[in-house]
């Protein structure tokens, strides 16, 4: 084992110890971020505190804002998990006496007395998800947990770091049984590729996501005809079609890199049956996206009647996504040297935004370093997503916090993918900061 890998063992074990001194006869508030890596590592802890017997309550939340924070129960061991890094200052301010946090998020705060918390930004910087975290904390309170290692690969694969796998994350591959084999990167490779194409986002297709009709002139291209009606999937697929199809798709979109196409696709036995990691992710996703975290969970935690509605789900939420890029494609943009705002308002979904811009960005519209900022309504707030195209560019989570220090709000994510939550009454002195930021930034570089 790495020496950062023994240290990080170390924390973890040791914060384990003080969980279970300090949760005996106590309440456990369970509060977890909505994503894949959020929902994965909630169904990690909700599985190992069952076995234990101990008495919780869980909360999924799509962002931790201060006024949640402060409502929270004061007589409840809380553990936060994939989200609080950034929240630290509040958490301090509210009184709360026993906080434990499981997170990967960056720390820009001094770490309070009453909270205990592992994060790999406090180390070493380890490239771990939330649910890798989680689940060698489950191992150390109860050695007994082996069967939910697939749910933290899941959980890594979620939040893109199946590219990041050292020897921390390949011991929990090793002991999750997951199968890992080499082919083209467009998902689920386990159903018909001309479905795959068609909601294919990551990578976006130009004149092939969302439009049948470009999909089937790309599949005459590549020589890859349906077969008693039905099309191979991707796995499915020969060596000389899988080649003709990642040359086809690397012309339509010359920005992707073969290195990006053709990598590790990650099958994981749920419900009986060996899927695409990846569109487990998607399908776990579109449940939280779409107000449905509890649905998520449940999937997580292969409750059969769950299955079923959380597919139908992703169906529906799909759909919305091809319609979001439609109007997102047409919609007027502010643009300038290195950057694009697109302020949806009220057309996309506050939940949608930032899978907008995530696509956005690893599509072929905007050079390699360009800032994309995009903007939903939701009540009286606004989300806004950042992301630079090819992850590289500008801190974007640093440009956030610059221009919330002026308008107020909530900042949370990572240097190349950022949001924050400000209020709507702010949104036009928020543009122009930003505007103005993106400008300054672009003199730096």
Not at 334 to 349: E, L, P, R, S, T
Request: net charge positive; proline share 2%; aromatic share 6%.
């Amino acid at each position: 084992m790495r020496k950062e890998d023994e240290v990080l063992h170390k924390e973890i074990k040791l914060f384990a110890e003080e969980f279970l001194k300090k949760t005996q006869n106590k309440e456990i508030q369970i509060i977890s971020h909505f994503d894949t890596d959020g929902i994965t590592s909630a169904a990690i802890i909700v599985s190992t505190l069952k076995k234990l017997d101990k008495k919780f309550s869980i909360r999924i939340l799509k962002s931790l804002e201060e006024k949640t924070i402060k409502n929270l129960p004061k007589d409840k061991i809380l553990l936060f998990i994939d989200l609080a890094s950034g929240s630290l200052n509040h958490i301090k301010n509210t009184g709360l006496k026993e906080v434990f946090i499981i997170d990967h998020h960056e720390i820009n705060k001094e770490i309070p007395e009453n909270v205990k918390i592992i994060n790999p930004q406090i180390l070493d910087k380890q490239k771990i998800s939330s649910s890798g975290l989680t689940y060698l904390f489950c191992k150390q309170i109860n050695p007994d947990v082996k069967e939910l290692s697939k749910l933290a690969i899941l959980g890594m694969i979620g939040d893109c770091l199946e590219k990041e796998i050292d020897s921390l994350n390949n011991g929990i591959l090793e002991e999750s049984g997951v199968q890992r084999k080499r082919g083209i990167l467009i998902y689920p490779s386990t159903r018909p590729v001309n479905r795959v194409l068609e909601y294919s986002s990551n990578p976006y297709i130009p004149e092939v996501t969302g439009n049948m009709k470009g999909v089937l002139e790309l599949l005459r291209e590549t020589g890859i005809t349906p077969e008693k009606g039905k099309y191979k999937s991707i796995m499915e697929l020969d060596e000389k079609e899988m080649k003709n199809l990642t040359t086809a798709i690397l012309l339509r979109n010359p920005k992707i890199k073969t290195k990006d196409l053709v990598g590790d696709i990650f099958l994981i036995k749920m419900f009986n049956k060996l899927e695409d990691a990846r569109d487990l992710s998607a399908i776990i996703n579109a449940c939280s996206r779409s107000g449905r975290s509890e649905l998520a969970l449940q999937y997580c935690l292969e409750i059969p009647s769950a299955k079923k509605n959380a597919e139908l789900t992703h169906i529906k939420y799909k759909q919305n996504i091809i319609t979001g890029l439609n109007f997102v494609q047409e919609t007027e943009k502010i643009q300038g040297k290195g950057f694009v705002i697109i302020n949806a308002q009220d057309n996309v979904k506050d939940t949608m935004i930032g899978t907008i811009a995530s696509i956005i960005s690893n599509s072929s519209i905007y050079e390699e370093g360009t800032a994309v900022i995009t903007m939903a309504y939701y009540e009286d707030k606004i989300k806004v997503s950042a992301r630079d195209v090819g992850k590289r560019g500008r801190n974007l989570k640093e440009l956030l916090e610059s221009i919330i220090d002026f308008t107020g709000g909530e900042v949370g994510g990572h240097e190349h993918a950022a949001g924050c939550i400000i209020n709507k009454k702010k949104e036009r002195d928020f543009i122009e900061l930003l505007k103005k930021n993106l400008e300054i930034e672009l003199v730096k570089i």
